[in-house]
T-cell receptor
Framework: GQQVMQIPQYQHVQEGEDFTTYCNSS?????IQWYKQRPGGHPVFLIQ?????EVKKQKRLTFQFGEAKKNSSLHITATQTTDVGTYFC??????????FGSGTRLQVQP | EAGVAQSPRYKIIEKRQSVAFWCNPI?????LYWYQQILGQGPKLLIQ????????DSQLPKDRFSAERLKGVDSTLKIQPAKLEDSAVYLC????????????FGQGTRLTVV
């Protein structure tokens, strides 16, 4: 079945440093979504990428979808303590449900 | 707009007991999902409904887990009998369309099996 892998599992940064998490799928995806889960919370949708090579920005967050639609990345510029949480990528093929990656837990030291 | 409602928030049961979780999706959302999230892992799909029909239940342990979505709105997930490894957060999510639209998650039910 479809597998989605994320690296790194955990990242600890100083406030103001940049952060990147990478996502790789075993199969070509129709779209990829990114979610953020705060400690003790539930996943909250951040963005969806659909097109090959697509790049989207949300303030300090930059999302990319690979040309082959099998990988994606999330980059945060100048992290803040409010960025703390676990970032999940989730991909699907067609109308099937999302397959979530294992997540990257981000800790930001003030 | 009201979000996805789940209850209870927490549940502690002994192994071999049964338990049920309830979910009320966002009004008008045809697609409903149940995910299991074990501590430190990503959510894993258990079952996907489109209206009151099952789209995907390939990862549902059918010998002990069951789910229904009568009338295409609310849904219940049941575990009987529970095992220690069922300890997890059970997340319900809904979306207006399956797969290619964002999923809205409820707060989840944290189940502890002792």
């Amino acid at each position: 079945g479809q597998q989605v892998m994320q690296i790194p599992q955990y990242q600890h940064v100083q406030e103001g440093e940049d952060f990147t998490t990478y996502c790789n799928s075993s199969t070509t995806l129709s779209n990829i979504q990114w979610y953020k889960q705060r400690p003790g919370g539930h996943p909250v949708f951040l963005i969806q990428l659909v097109k090959s090579g697509e790049v989207k920005k949300q303030k300090r967050l930059t999302f990319q979808f690979g040309e082959a639609k099998k990988n994606s990345s999330l980059h945060i510029t100048a992290t803040q303590t409010t960025d703390v949480g676990t970032y999940f990528c989730a991909g699907n093929t067609g109308r099937r449900a999302l397959t979530f990656g294992s997540g990257t837990r981000l800790q930001v030291q003030p | 707009e009201a979000g996805v409602a789940q209850s209870p928030r927490y549940k502690i049961i002994e192994k071999r007991q049964s338990v049920a979780f309830w979910c009320n999706p966002i009004s008008g959302h045809a697609t409903l999902y149940w995910y299991q999230q074990i501590l430190g892992q990503g959510p894993k799909l258990l079952i996907q409904f489109q209206n009151n029909g099952v789209v995907d239940d390939s990862q549902l342990p059918k010998d002990r887990f069951s789910a229904e979505r009568l009338k295409g709105v609310d849904s219940t997930l049941k575990i009987q009998p529970a095992k220690l490894e069922d300890s997890a957060v059970y997340l319900c999510a809904s979306s207006s369309n399956s797969g290619n639209t964002e999923a809205f998650f409820g707060q989840g039910t944290r189940l502890t099996v002792v």
